[in-house]
C-alpha cells in the first residue's frame, strides 16, 4: 500500500509536537502555598494579579502557544508576590513577571475591536494602572496572540468556546489554598473573556474577585468549597451554570433520602402534584394538590431564602423548579411536614423518605415511551416534544393537514432536533428568526453578532392555528425551538417564564474535579432581543393553579384548545 507513491511501511512516523506546558509538573502534587493571613491590601493585591494573570493567559502570545503552564507560573510567581511592600514594588514584580515571558514581535494582524462589536472589551482597568504597568499591559494587549491558541477556541460550525488544556486535578478532591485561588481566578476571567451574557447580571463582575478571593480561601472543607463555587456560578445567573460533576458533599448536604412524592411550587406554594411510585399513594396519606407550608418545623419560605444561593438559575421560576426537586430531601429517614388540605385545615405528618433508588424518581416530568402525536377532539392536532422522532414529521404533516389547529406542547426537552424540519410546515416564506453573538479569540471579550438565520418554507404550509405550550420546563434547546415556530405565520405561544438558558453549552474545569458549563453563545431575535434569563415571553400567560392540580386538569392545554376554537 503507498500513499502518494511512497511504501506506507517505510514512511516515517510524524512525532506530534508537545506543547512546553505539559511538561511542566512541579505542583501535581501541591502548591505548597499558604495563603490564610490576608489583610485587606493583600486581597487588593490578589485581585489586581488575578486580572493580570487572566490578561496574560489569553492575550500573550508565548502562553497562547502553550510555552507555559500557566496555573504552575502563577504559583511561582506568588511567594514573591505577596511580599512586596507598596504598589511601586508591586508593579515592579508584575513589569519583570511579564518580561521574563519573552519579547513580543511587533503584530500586523491585531486588528481595533469592530465598531460594531455588540460586546468590546474592557480595557479600563488597564488604564487606572501606573503608567509604567500600563504601557506594558497595552502592549501585550496591542500584540497579542493571534489563531491557534493553547487555552481557547471555538467551536467550528457554532462558535461557542472550547476551554482547551484546563486540568481539573481530580486527585485532589479538597484542593490546597493556592489552588483554590487559581480556581477563583480561572473561573472569572473564563467569565470576563468568552461568556457573552455577563452584561446582563446583576451583580456587576468586576466586584466578584475582591468577594469571593477570601471565601474560597477561607473554605475549610471539601463542602465550603463546593459552596464557594456553586455561589459563584451563581452569579453568573445561567440556568446551564450548575456544579454538574464534582459536587459531591453538596449532594450529600441537600439528603440521601428521598421523598416518595413529587412538588413543585404552584401559586408561590410549595404543592404536591405526584408520585413518584403509586402503589406508596395510599401509604403517603397526602394527596395531590396539597399544600406544604413547613418542613421540620421552618416555612417553606425560609427554607427556599437560605437554599437560593446554592441553585444557580437565569430566572425565579427556574430556580424554584430546581428547589423544589430537593426541598424534602434528608439524611434522615423521615421529615415532619405541615400540610393543607382542600379543606385548608392544618395538619401535621411524619413523612417517611427513601433511598433514591428505591422510588422512580423524575426530576422535572415523568419520562414517557408514548407516540408523540394525537388528534384531540374538535379536529386539533397535539404533538409533545418530549418523545418526537424526526420519521414523525412527515406523518404530522400529512394526519394533520385539514385540522383546525395544531397543539405543540414544549414543557419538555426535545427528544429530536426540529426547529428546521417541523417549523419550516409553518412559514410560508423563508423566515429570519434568531441571530447570535460570538466570542472572538483573537480580542478575547469581543462580541460579534452572525447574520440572521432563517426558517426556510418548504413550498407546503399548514393554514391552521398553531399554538405552543412552553414553561419553566422549557429550556435550552426547547427555548431555541419555541423560538423557531413563533416566526410562523399564525402562532401563539402560551404558558409561563421558560428557563432563560439559551445556546450552545461549554464546559469549564475546576480544580477539585468540579466541572460547570456556560451558554456559550448569544442567542437573540433578529432584531437583537435577548432570551438570556427572561426566556421566551409567552403571547398569553397562563400558569397551573392549585384547584386545576387538586382536579386533574391541564389548564395549559385546555387554554391551547379554547384559542384555536375561538380562531
Not at 487572566?54 to 507560573?73: A, C, Q, R, T, V
Not at 460594531?116 to 500584540?143: C, M, R, T
Not at 413529587?262 to 408561590?268: A, G, K, L, P
Amino acid at each position: 500500500m503507498t500513499i502518494d507513491g511512497e511504501n506506507i511501511q517505510t514512511l516515517n512516523e510524524v512525532e506530534k509536537e508537545v506543547a512546553k506546558a505539559t511538561l511542566d509538573k512541579e505542583f501535581d502534587n501541591g502548591s505548597l502555598l499558604n495563603l490564610s493571613r490576608l489583610t485587606r491590601k493583600k486581597i487588593e493585591n490578589l485581585v489586581l494579579l488575578g486580572r493580570v494573570w487572566g490578561f496574560l493567559k489569553y492575550f500573550h502570545p508565548e502562553i497562547g502557544k502553550g510555552n507555559f503552564n500557566w496555573d504552575y507560573e502563577l504559583f511561582r510567581f506568588l511567594p514573591h508576590y505577596l511580599e512586596v511592600k507598596n504598589n511601586t514594588e508591586r508593579d515592579s514584580l508584575i513589569i519583570h513577571w511579564i518580561e521574563s515571558l519573552g519579547q513580543l514581535e511587533k503584530c500586523s494582524s491585531c486588528n481595533s475591536t469592530d465598531k460594531n462589536a455588540f460586546i468590546k472589551p474592557d480595557l479600563k482597568w488597564i488604564e487606572k494602572q501606573g503608567e509604567n504597568l500600563k504601557n506594558k499591559l497595552l502592549n501585550v494587549y496591542n500584540n497579542r496572540s493571534q489563531g491557534k491558541h493553547y487555552y481557547i477556541i471555538l467551536t467550528q460550525n457554532v462558535g461557542n468556546p472550547q476551554f482547551e488544556n484546563e486540568n481539573p486535578y481530580s486527585n485532589m478532591s479538597y484542593p490546597d489554598d493556592g489552588f483554590r485561588l487559581l480556581s477563583v481566578f480561572r473561573y472569572w476571567n473564563m467569565i470576563n473573556y468568552f461568556f457573552p451574557y455577563k452584561h446582563l447580571t446583576d451583580k456587576d463582575w468586576d466586584t466578584t474577585l475582591s468577594e469571593y478571593i477570601p471565601i474560597f480561601l477561607n473554605a475549610k472543607t471539601e463542602l465550603q468549597y463546593e459552596m464557594a463555587a456553586i455561589q459563584i456560578i451563581g452569579d453568573i445567573q445561567d440556568t446551564h451554570a450548575n456544579l454538574w460533576e464534582g459536587a459531591d458533599k453538596i449532594d450529600e448536604w441537600k439528603g440521601v433520602n428521598y421523598p416518595p412524592i413529587h412538588v413543585r411550587f404552584i401559586e408561590n406554594q410549595l404543592v404536591v402534584t405526584d408520585y413518584y411510585n403509586e402503589e406508596l399513594r395510599t401509604e403517603v396519606g397526602i394527596r395531590t394538590g396539597d399544600i406544604i407550608s413547613k418542613v421540620n418545623g421552618m416555612p417553606i419560605e425560609i427554607i427556599v431564602e437560605e437554599k437560593s444561593r446554592y441553585y444557580p438559575a437565569s430566572n425565579t421560576p427556574t430556580r424554584l423548579r430546581d428547589i423544589s426537586a430537593d426541598i424534602l430531601r434528608s439524611n434522615s429517614n423521615e421529615i415532619e411536614i405541615e400540610f393543607f388540605g382542600e379543606n385548608s385545615k392544618k395538619q401535621n405528618k411524619i413523612l417517611k423518605l427513601y433511598p433514591k433508588d428505591s422510588l422512580d424518581i423524575f426530576r422535572w416530568y415523568k419520562k414517557s415511551d408514548d407516540k408523540s402525536f394525537k388528534l384531540l377532539d374538535n379536529n386539533i392536532g397535539y404533538v409533545t416534544l418530549q418523545t418526537i422522532k424526526e420519521d414523525d414529521i412527515p406523518q404530522i404533516k400529512k394526519e394533520f393537514k385539514d385540522t383546525k389547529g395544531i397543539i405543540i406542547d414544549i414543557r419538555n426537552y426535545p427528544a429530536s432536533f426540529v426547529p428546521f424540519s417541523l417549523g419550516s410546515y409553518f412559514v410560508s416564506s423563508s423566515t429570519p428568526f434568531v441571530k447570535f453573538t460570538i466570542a472572538n479569540v483573537d480580542n478575547p471579550g469581543e462580541f460579534n453578532f452572525t447574520n440572521n438565520i432563517e426558517i426556510p418554507s418548504q413550498g407546503i404550509t399548514y393554514g391552521g392555528k398553531l399554538v405552543v405550550i412552553v414553561n419553566e420546563f422549557t429550556q435550552s434547546q426547547a427555548e431555541y425551538t419555541a423560538m423557531a415556530f413563533r416566526a410562523g405565520d399564525n402562532t401563539t405561544i402560551i404558558g409561563s417564564t421558560t428557563a432563560g438558558a439559551d445556546g450552545n453549552v461549554s464546559r469549564i474545569s475546576l480544580p477539585g474535579g468540579l466541572r460547570t458549563w456556560i451558554s456559550g453563545i448569544g442567542v437573540n431575535y433578529p432584531n437583537a432581543k435577548e432570551t438570556q434569563r427572561v426566556g421566551i415571553i409567552p403571547d398569553i400567560e397562563v400558569k397551573p393553579t392549585i384547584e386545576g392540580i387538586r382536579t386533574g386538569k391541564d389548564e395549559l392545554l385546555e387554554k391551547a384548545v379554547e384559542i384555536i376554537m375561538n380562531e
